[in-house]
Each structure stands twice: as C-alpha cells, then as structure tokens.
C-alpha cells in the first residue's frame, strides 16, 4: 500500500458529461502529480500541483483542469467527455516540490461510452 | 523531446530463468526509476538509481545506470510467477519532478 488514495476505482459515463476524481496523498506529502495510462499513450504527465499551487504542466487537455485544496487532497475535473479520454488516471504524491520519488494511487478506470 | 525507448516490448519465459530489460534515450537522464505495474493497480516503484554506473539491487532485482547517463538495465534472477506484470523504466523530465514513462515491457512467466 503506496499510502495514495483514489476514488473512484471506476467510473463509467457518456460522452459529453463531466466527471471528478479524487486523490488524497501520502501523509506528510505536498505535491500531488496527475497521470493518464492509456493503451496508445502509455503513462503521460498531466499536471502537478504543490502546496495547493500549480507546479508544472504537462501534456494535459483545456477540457481538464485540477486543483489541490488545503487539507491537500486534488481532484481532477474531466469535462466535455469524449471516448478517447476512457484510461487509467493516476496520482502520485511527493513531500516536496522538485524531483523525489513518486508514490502512485491504485488509479480510477474511466470508461466513457 | 525526451523519450524513454523500453526493449523487448514484451516476454514470454520459464520460471527459474532469468530476465534483462533496458531502457535507452537520447537524452541524459540524472535519475532513473524502475516500476513494476500489477494489472488493475498503480505503478510500484522498484528500484531507483542516482549515479553513473551505479549498481542497485532490491531482492532478485538488479538495476544499472548506464555510464553514458543515457540507458539504464533491470535483471531479475531465477524469476516467479509474481514477477508477472508490466516493468516500466522513468526518469524526470529536467528539474521538473515530473516522470517520463517508457512504453514498459511485458513479462510473463509460466510455472
């Protein structure tokens, strides 16, 4: 147990709606990374967080966005659902903001029909 | 931009045999991190390596980071059927902390 947590663990919906997945970091941990693990993609950097502040940017669509909120917990808002964007999501958490070795969440499968 | 190049893409062996894998890039990498995926679960990371040249070992497992910087090798010794599942190689993308995946290579092992 990598200490991450996630909810959902899946989450079927149609194209077009709008979800939100949750991830709570390791205890004492401040940065929050998101990931996406697709067949075609493989694992790919979307966002990190740190300390509640945006940190970095990687290759992550307009119609996403996230946040990390005081008790450092970060969701990340999927909208505008399209069949493509049915993959794996990842957090992984760090204590500080640069490099460090990442601890990552179970994942949420997200299935859009 | 930067890449992680896994081989084989996947693998097909006897248990008891032993298994190498590497990872190359173009670009010099500082750090590089081996992780194992079990299906339906987040990647777990196995070994982490800092320095050229560097030999780590975690159990069975033995990782290297290559003299250039710019490849690194996992063996796993007189595998299990538990070593079953995905092993991906990472490192940071420059001094951000955020990882670059290779593509992973598939093992599988039969009894």
């Known amino acids: 147990d990598s200490g991450v947590t996630q909810t959902p663990k899946h989450l079927i919906t149609a194209t077009g709606q709008r979800v939100t997945l949750r991830c709570s970091p390791r205890?004492?941990?401040?940065?929050v990374y998101w990931y996406q693990q697709s067949l075609d993609q493989g694992l790919q950097f979307l966002i990190q967080?740190?300390?509640?502040?945006?940190?970095a940017k990687g290759n992550i669509l307009e119609r996403f966005s996230a946040q990390q909120f005081p008790d450092l917990h970060s969701e990340l808002n999927l909208s505008s659902l399209e069949l493509g964007d049915s993959a794996l999501y990842f957090c992984?958490?760090?204590?500080?903001?640069?490099?460090?070795?990442?601890?990552f969440g179970p994942g949420t499968r997200l299935t859009v029909t | 931009g930067q890449q992680l190049n896994q081989s084989p893409q996947s693998m097909f062996i006897q248990e008891g045999e032993d298994v190498s894998m590497n990872c190359t890039s173009s670009?010099?990498?500082?750090?590089w991190l081996w992780y194992k995926q079990d299906p339906g679960e987040g990647p777990v990371l196995l070994i982490a390596?800092?320095?050229?040249?560097e030999l780590t070992s975690n159990g069975r497992l033995t990782a290297q980071f290559g003299i250039t910087r710019k490849d690194s090798f996992l063996n796993i010794s007189a595998s299990i059927p538990s070593d079953v599942g995905i092993y991906f190689c990472?490192?940071?993308?420059?001094?951000?902390?955020?990882?670059?995946f290779g593509k992973g290579t598939k093992l599988s092992v039969k009894p």
């Open positions: 205890s004492g941990d401040l940065s």
């Open positions: 670009s010099i990498f500082n750090t």
């Open positions: 992984a958490s760090t204590q500080g903001g640069g490099w460090d070795e990442q601890y």
């Open positions: 967080y740190y300390n509640g502040e945006e940190r």
């Open positions: 390596l800092y320095k050229a040249g």
């Open positions: 990472a490192g940071p993308r420059g001094s951000q902390g955020n990882l670059i």
